[in-house]
């Protein structure tokens, strides 16, 4: 499924150069972002919040899209989603895109964990969740294996990541390639909960890495697209960079469940055909 979405502006297609840096928005001199041209997209880039979301309102930069990579509650219970939707709504983002993580137990309707006892009450989270914002309203985005084009760039969003304790949206390793091979050649911003193996991916103090190969051949080898924004490991975030793709770990919390991390900001060009998009 593609979903379309429209800033509500004239853009025109940049034609300079545009150097694709990733910047810390910490206040300090020197790492927040500098002025954004007309011509670019601005994306704040947030994951793994865990209910702590309002510890960062003050935090946030200004940006055109806000995405989020997951992790937003503890255990996806409806006090903590329905405090985040709330939270999302009254931010000044025209475009806000989530994906769901692990800990969101109610969103994956396929568990089966003994984490949930009751899978009706959990699909009514799930549904009193999406119910409660107007996406053309408030700009917000679930995205669930699903496409989200702004301005003609491309944004796919899929919660999965490898087994993973009795959490949600676990899938066995090698069988989960089956969900990276759908996701679309050349999309520009990859939004994923867990990383690409070797890509802030790895835990403290052991150093083990918790990556997904088959994700990372998926990427490098044909997705190739210009940010792949995730979480999951807290102690991973930070950006690295392959020459073709940033790969953007944007978890909030430490491995402390500490909301120390700062948005991560970065900018693309808006494309031509996005004069188009409604």
Avoid at 166 to 174: I, Y
Avoid at 215 to 229: A, G, K, S, Y
């Amino acid at each position: 499924m593609t979903k379309w979405a429209d800033t509500g502006g004239n853009w025109k297609l940049h034609s300079s150069f545009w150097f694709r840096i990733v910047f810390i928005a910490d206040g300090r001199s020197g790492t927040s972002s500098p002025p954004k041209g007309p011509e670019h997209l601005r994306f704040v880039c947030l994951s793994d919040t865990h209910g702590q979301h309002r510890e960062l309102s003050s935090r946030l930069p200004p940006g055109d899209v806000l995405l989020h990579g997951g992790d937003f509650s503890n255990d996806g219970s409806l006090e903590e989603v329905m405090d985040f939707a709330a939270w999302l709504r009254s931010l000044p983002y025209r475009h806000k895109v989530l994906i769901a993580g692990n800990h969101e137990l109610t969103f994956d309707q396929s568990y089966g964990g003994d984490r949930v006892k009751d899978s009706t009450a959990a699909n009514s989270v799930r549904s009193a969740f999406l119910k409660s914002f107007n996406s053309s309203h408030d700009g917000i985005t679930y995205l669930e294996d699903e496409e989200l084009v702004i301005c003609g760039v491309r944004i796919y969003g899929s919660p999965w990541q490898p087994e993973f304790l009795d959490w949600a949206f676990n899938m066995p390793r090698g069988a989960i390639r089956e969900k990276w091979k759908a996701i679309p050649s050349n999309v520009d911003v990859l939004l994923v909960h867990g990383p690409p193996l070797g890509r802030g991916d790895a835990l403290l103090p052991s150093l083990k890495r918790r990556g997904c190969m088959d994700l990372l051949f998926e990427v490098q080898d044909r997705i190739r697209p210009q940010f792949c924004v995730f979480g999951h490991i807290h102690e991973g975030a930070g950006v690295t960079f392959d020459g073709t793709t940033h790969f953007v770990n944007a978890s909030s919390m430490n491995e402390h469940y500490q909301c120390i991390h700062a948005p991560l900001v970065f900018d693309i060009a808006i494309k031509q055909d996005g004069l188009q998009d409604t």
